[in-house]
């Protein structure tokens, strides 16, 4: 059973950081995509990155440019570094893996961009 556990959202003024970290309870080596989406209040969950084994990376066009995610395979732990943030980027983030026909989730993280 693959668990995702997410840490790093909060609270953070418009034009803020933050990093959000998803670390895996099994090793990821063996996923080849690793994503994030976020879900914010009255919406549908939207996809908002991806990074692949071989470190290529997607991002939705409402935070390419801003988002930077990464994935270090040693600590079992993938990354969003969110920069420049805006109140529009205020949600609940879910990282997201699949193995097969299994599809894991993280908890969620609760990010607001609020002054």
């Known amino acids: 059973q693959v668990q995702l556990v997410e840490s790093g959202g909060g609270l953070v003024q418009p034009g803020g ?42 991002y939705a066009d409402s935070v390419k440019g801003r988002f930077t995610t990464s994935r270090d395979d040693v600590k079992n732990a993938f990354y969003l570094q969110m920069n420049s943030l805006k109140p529009e980027d205020t949600a609940v983030y879910y990282c997201n893996t699949a193995r097969g026909i299994d599809n894991y989730w993280g908890q969620g993280t609760q990010v607001t961009v609020s002054s």
């Open 17 to 58: 950081s933050l990093r959000l970290s998803c670390t895996a309870s099994v090793n990821i080596f063996s996923f080849n995509a690793l994503a994030w989406y976020r879900q914010a209040p009255g919406k549908q969950r939207e996809w908002v990155a991806t990074i692949t084994s071989s470190r290529n990376t997607n």
